[in-house]
């Protein structure tokens, strides 16, 4: 709650490429908010550096993705659109809140472990505390909800437990975020072993749909995805593949799966790949569009970074000015 609206935030890491799973898992939700909620959402740049980046690369990447943001849909009047790392605040909350985490809490992270074992030569500190500057990036805009896809679950839970503990010492200082997960969309799985989720980090490109594939290429990708053997559309756990273009399918047209399996009913993969493909296809062209406007107008993404980092800069040192008092820092002289 913010000056007596709710409030939520989320982000997204500028590493890698959007795909299809970042836009139906989150994205896609966030658009739907800003008249119920005040929206954080930030291009999390800090957390991107638990990994070895390519700096030009990574000052690209991020402003890409700040530009997508707003491409798809968020209107930086209405909604907060900052890089992470222009709110020193998010750093200074974190370390306070490593304070009362438990290095037991964050051994027991899928994410960290997932991380760990894919990145063996580099497991930092900082990859192990990642959720952590999640709980502050979260706490810090006082978000009664967080809207994500159902991988971060994990990292939501420990973001409680940490407002909780910290509430329970000091007073009713947090607000307790709950998980804002869409009914589709929350688990898009790789179209190359749908087993596993869409990752950016994929690297056979087949696997993923990217926000900026064309449309041909689209198609291409769905036409190869990996499904069973049998020819029936019908959602069902021992069919990964076939399920997740349903989901999929359901996600972007706004059916449901049993209105999909009947429309579908006399239908063979082929054409159901086909008609998923030119459904993502058709939902994303207008973003790209878009997109490519924006990418002309230097001045407007400038002023849209400078004015929102501002804007979150004033809510973030607010709740964190209240952490320090709380916590016995002594109070400036001004
Ligand atoms: P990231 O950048 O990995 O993913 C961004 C968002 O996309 C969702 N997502 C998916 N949804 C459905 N299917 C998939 N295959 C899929 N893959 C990713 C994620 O759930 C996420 O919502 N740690 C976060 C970024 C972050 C954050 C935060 C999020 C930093 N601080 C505070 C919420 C609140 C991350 O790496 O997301």
């Not at 909620?37 to 890409?64: G, W």
């Not at 605040?89 to 304070?99: G, I, K, T």
């Not at 497991?123 to 952590?132: D, E, H, K, Q, R």
């Not at 679950?153 to 000091?170: S, V």
């Amino acid at each position: 709650m913010l000056d007596g609206k709710k409030s939520l935030f989320s982000g997204m890491q500028a590493t890698g490429t959007l795909h299809l799973g970042n836009y139906l898992g989150a994205l896609k939700n966030w658009v739907t908010l800003e008249d119920e909620y005040q929206c954080f959402y930030s291009v999390v740049d800090m957390h991107s550096m638990t990994i070895r980046q390519n700096p030009a690369e990574l000052r690209r990447k991020a402003r890409a993705l700040l530009t997508l943001y707003i491409a798809a849909g968020l209107n930086p009047e209405k909604n907060c659109i900052y890089y992470q790392s222009h709110v020193p605040a998010h750093a200074e909350l974190s370390w306070v809140l490593s304070c009362f985490t438990y290095m037991g809490e964050l051994n027991r992270m899928t994410q960290y472990k997932d991380k760990a074992a894919k990145h063996a030569d580099n497991i930092n500190a900082g990859l192990f505390t990642y959720p952590v500057l999640m709980a502050a990036d979260i706490l810090l805009f006082q978000s009664d909800v967080v809207p994500v896809g159902s991988d971060q679950k994990q990292h939501l839970e420990i973001a409680r437990d940490i407002a909780e503990r910290f509430n329970g010492i000091y007073g009713d200082v947090f607000t307790i975020p709950e998980p804002y997960i869409g009914k589709a969309g929350a688990r898009i799985m790789s179209l190359q072993d749908p087993t596993k989720k869409m990752s950016k980090s994929d690297e056979n490109p087949n696997a993923s749909i990217y926000l900026m594939d064309d449309p041909d290429t689209i198609i291409r990708k769905f036409k190869r995805a990996i499904t069973d053997s049998d020819n029936e559309i019908r959602y069902s756990e021992d069919k990964p593949g076939i399920s997740n273009l349903i989901d999929i399918y359901t996600a972007v047209t706004g059916k449901t799966i049993e209105e999909t399996e009947k429309e579908f009913a006399s239908a063979g993969y082929g054409d159901f790949k086909i008609a998923v493909g030119e459904a993502v296809a058709n939902m994303l062209k207008p973003i790209q569009d878009r997109y490519q406007e924006l990418t002309q107008d230097k001045a407007y993404i400038d002023k849209v970074i400078k004015e929102n980092a501002e804007k979150a800069g004033y809510y973030a040192n607010k709740t964190l000015r209240k952490v320090h008092k709380k916590i016995g820092f002594p109070e400036r002289i001004r």
